[in-house]
């Protein structure tokens, strides 16, 4: 399966690739005043709205459906910006051909079932039109990838991925997290593959928005998909992370956009080398949690008067630790320099605390 790029159709060469417009289609007047603003800023180069929205709960907005479809036509003729719109069936894959529209994008809760994106591929056999496949909402390489394959598989070849992070149970500064490994992982799968980030799925806040495109574009990333609202607090759906156009442009004024370059090999390398970035910051991350927990044993000796060093606590964190270390091919030596470091680190750390 080689895929090629699609960022020739879908914008310029050296330039990421904007994608914005409002999460979902509301009012005829909203969507078009949007793309006008939208086209006025002359930053975006696709023009994006939901017409149908599946929504995780029922009883929330769950779009206009096809009637929508004639306001971006118009919204369209109007500024000449292209339109992408979100399927979720066979039918409005059927209904977004008839009203031309230039890009379709599979949503997060559909790439998760291959029944449905076979049924949509069918749908899109011999096509000519540009498909953006969004990540599963778990965080599945193969559902993602198998997902982009069914595409390919009905000749479709302008076919680019969209990386919206992945569901999580419980707090997280992200609405969905980005797990920047699995999109690096595909994108060594398919190198040439267009790769857009969502950072507003990302984010679920205005706030990060910048952070996480900025990483996405040090990653490489090909383009972004920012969602932008008139009045976005008064959005029918994901009002906290709406931009207004006026912010959109200030965001990506904000941007650094680094040169890439290299050969393919280079490339490769590079990839392997962010790769490695991200799991040092997980290291870091890790050892800081280490270390904070260490604290609170500390303070709990200190308050219980017990000795800092416990011998038999330490031969069974290191027994223990050596044991895992080798079922993953780390050698003994390595696992135990590395322990004991991090266990005088430790020490000294709860020394500090007894004694202050
Ligand atoms: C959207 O783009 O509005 C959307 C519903 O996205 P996702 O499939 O990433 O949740
Ligand atoms: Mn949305």
């Not at 479709?156 to 797990?179: D, T």
């Not at 799925?201 to 490489?220: K, M, N, P, Y």
């Not at 490695?276 to 303070?299: F, P």
């Not at 031969?315 to 005088?344: A, N, P, R």
């Amino acid at each position: 399966m080689k895929i090629q790029s699609v960022h020739p159709f879908l914008g310029n060469i050296g330039q990421p690739i904007i994608i914005s417009g409002p999460c979902s289609a509301e009012t005829e007047e909203q969507l078009i005043e949007t793309a006008i603003e939208l086209s006025k800023t002359r930053k975006v180069n696709l023009f994006r709205a939901g017409i149908w929205k599946p929504r995780t709960r029922p009883g929330n907005f769950e779009g206009i459906g096809k009637e929508a479809l004639l306001w971006l036509k118009k919204a369209k003729e109007l500024t000449g910006l292209r339109t992408a719109i979100e399927v979720g069936t066979p039918e409005h894959v059927e209904h977004a051909l008839k009203a031309e529209v230039d890009v379709l994008w599979i949503g997060a809760r559909t790439t998760v079932n291959p029944f449905v994106v076979q049924e949509i591929a069918d749908a899109l056999k011999g096509v000519d039109i540009v498909v953006l496949v969004k990540n599963p909402v778990n965080p599945d390489i193969e559902l993602w990838d198998g997902a982009i394959e069914r595409i390919f598989n009905a000749n479709v070849k302008g076919i680019g991925a969209i990386h919206r992070g992945f569901s999580k149970f419980g707090n997280s500064k992200y609405r969905n997290i980005p797990q920047w490994e699995l999109p690096i992982e595909l994108k060594r799968r398919h190198p040439e593959m267009t790769l857009i980030c969502d950072p507003s799925h990302i984010c679920g806040r205005r706030d990060t928005l910048f952070e996480v495109a900025q990483q996405a574009l040090d990653l490489s990333y090909n383009g972004l998909m920012i969602e932008s609202h008139l009045h976005p607090e008064k959005a029918w759906s994901d009002s906290e992370q709406q931009v207004t156009p006026e912010n959109l442009v200030h965001l990506l004024d904000s941007l650094k956009i680094r040169k890439q370059g290299g050969t393919e090999k280079n490339q490769q390398i590079e990839l392997l080398r962010q790769h490695i970035n991200l799991l040092d910051k997980e290291l870091i991350e890790v050892l800081n949690k280490r270390m904070c927990i260490s604290d609170q044993i500390g303070t709990h000796k200190k308050e219980n008067q017990l000795t800092i060093l416990q011998a038999e606590r330490w031969i069974e964190v290191l027994e223990s630790t050596v044991k895992e270390g080798l079922d993953k091919k780390l050698s003994k030596e390595f696992i135990e320099k590395i322990y004991s470091i991090i266990h005088v680190e430790s020490i000294n750390r709860q020394n500090e605390i007894m004694n202050h």
